[in-house]
C-alpha cells in the first residue's frame, strides 16, 4: 500500500540554523515526490519536486531535497533557515500519471528569533 | 506556474443549508480536478476526483449525496455540501492539473464553517 510518513510533527530550530525534515515513502512502482508547505489558512505551494535523474533537487525559497531509493526517503533541507519559513510542510507521493496524492502527516516547523 | 482560485475563501451557514464552493483553473485547462479536506493540523484527505465532462470518483467513506462535485468545464469544478452539519466544518482545498503538467496545482482552500 501506498504511504508517507513524515515522522515528526513539530520541529523548533533557531533562526540561521539548518532544517532537515524527514519523510519515508512507500510505493510500489518508481514514485515521484514532491514537498509543499501551507502557511495558516493557506492552500498549498510546491517546493520542489523529483520524478528521474539527479537525485539531489532544488527547490524555491533556498530548499532542497534528496531522494534515496534505499532508505526510502525524500528528506528536505535548508542550510539556513529564515523566520519567514515557519509553517507547516508536507511530503507527497504520486503516480506516473498524477491521478491521485499521498501526504504524509505533515511536519509543523517553528523558528526561534 | 498554473492558478487555481476557489471562491468563497470562507463561508458560514447554518446547519441544513447547502453550500457550494468553486474552483477554477485561470490559465490553464485542467482535465483533471481533486477535492480535499483537511482537518485542523492533520493533512490532506482526498475526497474526490473529477475529470471534465466525467462522474467524479469518490474516495472510500466519502458520502456521494453528501459532497457532490460537478467538473463541467475543463475550468471549473464545484464541491456542494448538502444538508451542512457542524461536523462537516473544515478546509476544504481543491487542485487541477492539465495534460501537459506533471504537478497538482492547489487552490488557496475554501474555510467552511456549520453552526
Known amino acids: 500500500a501506498q504511504s508517507v510518513t513524515q515522522p515528526d510533527i513539530h520541529i523548533t530550530v533557531s533562526e540561521g540554523a539548518s532544517l532537515e525534515l524527514r519523510c519515508n515513502y512507500s510505493y510500489g512502482a518508481t514514485p515521484y515526490l514532491f514537498w509543499y508547505v501551507q502557511s495558516p489558512g493557506q492552500g498549498l505551494q510546491l517546493l520542489l519536486k523529483?520524478?528521474?535523474?539527479?537525485?539531489l533537487v532544488q527547490g524555491i525559497k533556498g530548499f532542497e531535497a534528496e531522494f534515496k531509493r534505499s532508505q526510502s526517503s525524500f528528506n528536505l533541507r535548508k542550510p539556513s533557515v529564515h523566520w519567514s519559513d515557519a509553517a507547516e510542510y508536507f511530503c507527497?507521493?504520486?503516480?506516473?500519471?498524477?491521478?491521485?496524492?499521498?501526504f504524509g502527516s505533515g511536519t509543523k516547523l517553528n523558528v526561534k528569533p | 506556474g498554473a492558478v487555481v482560485s476557489q471562491h468563497p475563501s470562507r463561508v458560514i451557514c447554518k446547519s441544513g443549508t447547502s453550500v457550494k464552493i468553486e474552483c477554477r483553473s485561470l490559465d490553464f485547462q485542467a482535465t483533471t480536478m481533486f477535492w480535499y479536506r483537511q482537518f485542523p493540523k492533520q493533512s490532506l484527505m482526498l475526497m474526490a476526483t473529477s475529470n471534465e465532462g466525467s462522474k467524479a470518483t469518490y474516495e472510500q467513506g466519502v458520502e456521494k449525496d453528501k459532497f457532490l462535485i460537478n467538473h463541467a468545464s475543463l475550468t471549473l469544478s464545484t464541491l456542494t455540501v448538502t444538508s451542512a452539519h457542524p461536523e462537516d466544518s473544515s478546509f476544504y482545498i481543491c487542485?487541477?492539473?492539465?495534460?501537459?503538467?506533471?504537478?497538482?496545482?492547489f487552490g488557496p482552500g475554501t474555510r467552511l464553517t456549520v453552526l
Open positions: 487542485s487541477a492539473t492539465g495534460q501537459s503538467y506533471n504537478e497538482q496545482f
Open positions: 507527497a507521493v504520486a503516480p506516473y500519471n498524477f491521478n491521485k496524492f499521498y
Open positions: 523529483y520524478f528521474s535523474g539527479d537525485t
